[in-house]
T-cell receptor, first 113, second 116 residues
Framework: GAVVSQHPSRVICKSGTSVKIECRSL??????MFWYRQFPKQSLMLMAT?????????EQGVEKDKFLINHASLTLSTLTVTSAHPEDSSFYIC?????????FGSGTQLSVL | AQSVAQPEDQVNVAEGNPLTVKCTYS??????LFWYVQYPNRGLQFLLK??????LVKGSYGFEAEFNKSQTSFHLKKPSALVSDSALYFC??????????????FGTGTKLQVIP
């Protein structure tokens, strides 16, 4: 079945460094990839929508220069958190659209010290 | 702007009893509706979806959901709850259509606790 592989599953980094999160769609082509951030209250907040080969569409309030999204191929999308700060610590989840539904990665827990 | 409301942060139900997790939505035009489940320390898993057709949709693990257009609701149900159903449930909506920019909006999630 369709699977989205997301890694790393957990990353701890120092403040000021950059972290890259990868999502790969396996067995299907995800022309659209969604990036979500899950807050401690358990809500999922859409950060951006990316389509293969074009610029990502960011939601209001999301800094595009801080959260760099690249969707270079139909099976790979990356989210780079640049100059990470402790307030960026969160759970990030990607979802690839296929067969009229979303297939999610297993998420990345980012902790910025 | 589209939105999803899950009015209950947590639902407690005894094992063997029927369960309902509520969801209402707002979207321009016809909706595509989804339910996802998140088990502890794991990613989101698809449960079921409504695109068109019968209002009662059957999904994985014995779950079903009923689309009610007049009430703009898509409540998740199961006739007999299992302890293993305890998890976090998310309702989601997007506008109908095949456009790549049709974003999916999630509710805030409902924690289901099935008591043995």
């Amino acid at each position: 079945g369709a699977v989205v592989s997301q890694h790393p599953s957990r990353v701890i980094c120092k403040s000021g460094t950059s972290v890259k999160i990868e999502c790969r769609s396996l067995d299907f082509q995800a022309t659209t990839m969604f990036w979500y951030r899950q807050f401690p209250k358990q809500s999922l907040m859409l950060m951006a929508t990316s389509n293969e080969g074009s610029k990502a569409t960011y939601e209001q309030g999301v800094e595009k220069d801080k959260f760099l999204i690249n969707h270079a191929s139909l099976t790979l999308s990356t989210l780079t958190v640049t100059s990470a700060h402790p307030e960026d610590s969160s759970f990030y989840i990607c979802g690839g659209r296929g067969y009229e539904k979303l297939f999610f990665g297993s998420g990345t827990q980012l902790s910025v010290l | 702007a589209q939105s999803v409301a899950q009015p209950e942060d947590q639902v407690n139900v005894a094992e063997g009893n029927p369960l309902t997790v509520k969801c209402t939505y707002s979207v321009s035009g016809n909706p595509y509706l989804f339910w996802y489940v998140q088990y502890p320390n794991r990613g989101l898993q698809f449960l079921l979806k409504y695109i068109t057709g019968d209002n009662l949709v059957k999904g994985s693990y014995g779950f079903e959901a009923e689309f009610n257009k007049s009430q703009t609701s898509f409540h998740l149900k199961k006739p007999s709850a299992l302890v293993s159903d305890s998890a976090l449930y998310f309702c989601a909506v997007r506008a109908a259509g095949s456009g790549g920019y049709q974003k999916v909006t999630f509710g805030t999630g409902t924690k289901l606790q099935v008591i043995p």
